[in-house]
């Protein structure tokens, strides 16, 4: 007989009442245990996404995510930081300022600052912000006609602020500086976006009396400097019109200035004008140098802007504590007007007065051409036109924490197709089941063969072999 290179094996049943019980019920469990875990590791891809709130996308997990990486890999929804380099311009989510990011940097040991040049972030909280100054710009025929033609005086506002953010490897300190003006060069009102009284009223009452000492402040300017021109025989440097000018003012951070009510709430202000001379060129004119009060400033009748120092100071104020809201320091350090119901009711409480009347020294001269007095407070910028009144309030008037505002690139999991999905699950789980019943039989055989030797041989086979040993012998005798 010939004899083929391939060869077949020769079975027999296995000597145990459990066997089969134990296979029909271990490969049901296995079947379902590998379908289980080949869903969790093939049935997903993970799809790229961008978002605005990485917390929610990380935090909408199936229960396959509490698994071992190594199976659930593709289940696991991820985030990449978003890295924020020095310069770049970013808003809160409460949209109110745009504010340049200025310098990022950590302090390893106490007076020892390293600078970094970026920033990986991650929806983190700004924490502990303080308003370091604010600076006001001053102009008149140095502003763009647009602006000259709704004001004939101009305040471009700019402050400084100090954030401290914790990203997990340490505290790291931004500085940032935000700008406002009410009417820039093209001559749009400049109004905060996504403004609401009553998901935001924070920020609506703080756009409020930002607007209102912004014009308050322009038009005392532009009275105060009327009053010049119209003044005979002037002769000191001081006394003749301005034309540009600034001032800046710097809180005191420290428990005796805490009040924001108090005209001593800031440092005395330093400020600068420009002047026009009777040639028609410009001298230096008014200045403070830090060495004037705001109680001599607005009231000593040698300075300019008599009538515009208490405004000024409280559109300074109106400044720090919008920025500080739109940050969202509900315990900052420094006070804030919109989380004192009682500072928003004294800061609020002339707001339906601030009438900027167009009737200046009895004449019919308007206050610059003042397009932007109380009927367009009204209806332009739609803001508040009574005080606030706490007793009365109708929502509470609450600073939310805040987030920088920004894109983030995800990955989230989705499931593939149900075609496509059936035919991996049972390739892969044919493979699984073959390779643990394999392994099955081999355990199983190797206890037999220790316990029952003389079953691994098939039937019959040991009486042939005994019959073919003793003919043997038997020709060997």
């Known amino acids: 007989m010939g004899e083929s290179f391939f060869s077949f094996s020769i079975t027999r049943k296995y000597p145990y009442k459990w066997f089969t019980p134990v296979v029909i019920i271990g490969g049901i ?23 605005d709130n990485p917390n929610t996308t990380i935090a909408n997990q199936s229960w396959f995510t509490r698994w071992p990486t190594f199976v659930s890999g593709s289940t696991q929804p991820t985030c990449q930081p978003y890295v924020l380099p020095v310069n770049t311009v970013f808003q809160t989510n409460n949209t109110a300022f745009t504010y340049t990011l200025t310098q990022i940097y950590q302090e390893s040991d106490p007076g020892i600052v390293k600078i970094q040049g970026s920033l990986p972030y991650y929806n983190n909280y700004l924490e502990a912000c303080n308003v ?15 602006q000259n033609y709704v004001q004939f005086w101009n305040i471009d506002l700019s402050a400084d602020a100090t954030c ?86 710097t809180p005191q951070l420290d428990d005796l200035h805490r009040d924001i009510t108090s005209l001593n709430y800031y440092q005395p202000p330093r400020c600068n004008f420009e002047v026009f001379n009777p040639n028609g060129t410009d001298s230096g004119g008014p200045w403070c140098d830090g060495n004037l009060t705001l109680e001599f400033l607005s009231s000593n009748p040698t300075t300019f802007g008599i009538s515009a120092w208490i405004p000024a100071d409280s559109l300074t104020k109106s400044m720090q504590s919008t920025m500080l809201t739109d940050l969202g320091q509900n315990r900052a350090r420094q006070a804030n007007i919109l989380n004192d119901a009682t500072a928003l009711e004294y800061f609020t409480r002339n707001i ?73 699950l049972i390739l892969a789980d044919l493979v699984f089941l073959q390779g643990t019943w394999k392994l099955f039989l081999l355990l199983v055989d190797i206890y037999t063969a220790k316990k029952h030797p003389e079953l691994m041989r098939c039937e019959n086979c040991g009486i042939d072999f005994q019959r073919r040993q003793y003919i043997q012998k038997a020709y060997t005798v």
């Open 29 to 51: 469990v296995f079947a379902v245990l590998f379908s289980l875990l080949n869903f969790a590791a093939s049935g997903y891809s993970l799809v790229g996404i961008n978002t």
């Open 132 to 146: 370091t100054s604010i600076r006001a710009l001053l102009q008149t025929i140095s502003a763009s006609s647009s």
């Open 164 to 249: 401290m953010i914790n990203i997990g490897q340490g505290i790291t300190y931004l500085n940032i500086t935000a700008s406002y003006n009410l009417v820039p060069p093209s001559g749009q009102l400049n109004l905060f976006a996504g403004r609401n009284a009553t998901d935001k009223p924070a920020l609506w009452w703080a756009e409020s009396i930002l607007s209102a000492y912004w014009i308050q402040t322009t038009a005392n300017f532009f009275r105060d400097n009327l009053n010049r021109e119209f003044q005979d025989n002037i002769t000191a440097p001081w006394q003749w019109p301005v034309y540009k000018g600034s001032f800046s003012f």
């Open 352 to 424: 339906s007065g601030i009438v900027f009347d167009r009737n200046i020294n009895g004449s019919t001269n308007t206050a610059g051409h003042l397009d932007l007095p109380q009927g367009h407070l009204k209806q332009d910028i739609n803001l508040a036109q009574v005080g606030y009144n706490k007793s009365n309030a109708s929502l509470p008037v609450v600073v939310q924490p805040s987030v920088i505002a920004t894109t983030y690139s995800c990955q989230i999991p989705t499931r593939k197709s149900t075609g496509s999905l059936v035919v991996s």
